[in-house]
């Protein structure tokens, strides 16, 4: 089944401890990519990778780190959370060719205390 | 910056009526116009996307236009159903799919039976 997985799906931290939430496709696609959503803002993207190795950043990247080591995988990472990181995050992928629609992940509820 | 602009942000409609969103895009280049259905809990899924080179896409009950002269495109609904109820965000993309998609903050819509 093409699919889109993200784990893990809820998590709750404190302040300043790293994390990771990964994001895994299976379609083979070039393109994968990360977004937030907030209340009222809709979804806004952190970063995004054109292919592997090869990744630079969205409208709201400040906090966040990736790394497309793999074609199928491109983790976010956060350093140091923060409150304001506080959010529902999903990770998206899509192809170069033929159709255009982004694949989203199941979506990984974070909270930063 | 790059933006996208949906309107109502509310909308309630009894079953079998009609209902219309309506979204604006700021970026003249903008070429693929997506639109995500998201449950609640669950990840936006596409439910139907025109590209710069069509003027009108119709599926079913859905259908959205597009007019790239005023920069906007609409969804339209007929005859809602309860299970229509989700919150509904338009997007815009660059070189379609395979790019960022600028958000819309979303339309909650509500069908009454």
Partial sequence: ?113 | GENVEQHPSTLSVQEGDSAVIKCTYSDSASNYFPWYKQELGKRPQLIIDIRSNVGEKKDQRIAVTLNKTAKHFSLHITETQPEDSAVYFCAASRSGGYNKLIFGAGTRLAVHP
């Fill in chain 1, 1 to 113: 089944e093409a699919q889109v997985t993200q784990n893990p799906r809820y998590l709750i931290t404190v302040t300043g401890k790293k994390l990771t939430v990964t994001c895994s496709q299976n379609m083979n696609h070039e393109y994968m990519s990360w977004y937030r959503q907030d209340p009222g803002l809709g979804l806004r993207q952190i970063y995004y990778s054109m292919n592997v190795e090869v990744t630079d950043k969205g409208d709201v990247p400040e906090g966040y780190k990736v790394s497309r080591k793999e074609k199928r995988n491109f983790p976010l990472i956060l350093e140091s959370p923060s409150p304001n990181q506080t959010s529902l995050y999903f990770c998206a992928s899509s192809s170069s060719g033929g159709r255009w629609e982004q694949y989203f992940g199941p979506g990984t509820r974070l909270t930063v205390t």
